[in-house]
Each structure stands twice: as C-alpha cells, then as structure tokens.
C-alpha cells in the first residue's frame, strides 16, 4: 500500500512541475480592463485573467491613481495561459481585433492615458510579433498604428473589485459596454 500511495505522489508531483512549465504570461492593454478581461478568459487554454496596471513610474499605483493621476500607468491585464494548449501569436491576435489600434486617445469611450492601447514584450520575439502586426495593419489599413509597444517591467494587480468585473456586475458591465459602442467599433474596424 505505502508503494502505491508513494508511486501516487510522485506521479501527481511530476505531472504538477510538467504542467507548470507550460505556464506563461502576458501583458496587454486595451482600454478598460473590464473588457480585456472578458475577451481573454473565452480563449481556450488561458486559465486567469488579472485586472491591473503596467508601464509607469508610481509603485503600487491604485485605481484613482492611474485614472486621475500622473503614475504613467495604463490598465492592463495579466494573461496566465498554458503554452501548449495557446500560443503568444493567439492572444497577440485576440488583443488585436479587441481594440481600436487608431485611437491615440484612448479607447471607445473611455479617453485618457491610462486607457491607450499597448502591447507588452518580454522577448525579442514578442516585441517582433508585435512589429510585424503593426506594419501589417499599416499597409492593410493604410493608417498609423498608435497603439504603442513597450517592454513588460512590473504588474500591480488591480483592487479587488475590478476583477471578474464583467461577471460579478453583468448587467451594470453590459450597459457600459453598449453605451461605450464597443461592438459596434469593432465590427466596423476588423470585420471590413
């Protein structure tokens, strides 16, 4: 029995480092963190999605803070995926057709610094993924790409009542996301 039960340990304990190894992370920003959230968290093989904010100066910033502030964060969120089920080129596609990479005031209606659209890199071979998407835009749209491309320093997780925002508050969530036309600038962006 002890030989089962050890053999038992070792196979969970294996299995839990194997699956472990597969886990990555990455960073985006798109406006409100409410919205990311949703759109990250459908993706098959991302197992979290955290509300926070990257990109500034100001340690531990809050949520004020960014908004009303000069902390040079923007709202972002932190994507937990597994690397086998997902790739980086996958999320970096799904960031894309998330926002409006046009807007250099922010996004849909909410305006300001803090909302502007950025791509986090840790790599080399992020920040030219990253590249490659914006002069494919370019070309395609024939428009400049604004979002901006920055290397990944630090994330500060957002208070607590901004995660699963768009669970917890569905209806609330919803009606901002419609009045904000959200969908329907999307549409009319990546649908063309």
């Given at each position: 029995m002890k030989f089962i039960f050890l053999s038992f340990l070792i196979l969970f304990f294996s299995t839990k480092v194997a699956?472990?190894?597969?886990?990555e992370k990455a960073y985006f920003?798109?406006?409100?963190?409410?919205?990311?959230?949703?759109?990250?968290?459908?993706?098959?093989?991302v197992e979290e999605v955290i509300s926070g904010y990257a990109g500034g100066i100001t340690a531990n910033p809050t949520y004020r803070e960014v908004t009303y502030g000069d902390t040079g964060h923007f709202e972002v969120v932190e994507?937990?995926?597994?690397?086998?089920?997902?790739?980086?080129?996958?999320?970096?596609?799904?960031?894309?057709?998330?926002?409006?990479?046009?807007?250099?005031?922010?996004?849909?209606?909410d305006k300001g610094y803090s909302y502007r659209s950025v791509a986090f890199y840790e790599n080399e071979i992020q920040k030219i993924l990253i590249e490659k998407d914006v002069k494919k835009f370019e070309k395609k749209f024939k428009k400049k790409v604004v979002t901006y491309i920055k290397k990944f320093e630090i994330f500060y997780k957002a208070e607590d009542?901004?995660?699963?925002?768009?669970?917890?508050?569905f209806e609330n969530y919803l009606k901002y996301k419609k009045a904000c036309k959200r969908e329907r600038i999307l549409s009319n962006i990546w649908d063309s």
């Open positions: 699956i472990s190894q597969n886990i920003a798109g406006g409100c963190f409410w919205c990311m959230e949703e759109s990250f968290e459908k993706l098959k093989g994507i937990i995926y597994d690397s086998e089920k997902i790739s980086y080129e996958e999320l970096l596609k799904n960031f894309w057709i998330n926002i409006d990479p046009f807007d250099a005031y922010g996004q849909f209606c009542k901004h995660q699963d925002y768009y669970q917890e508050y």
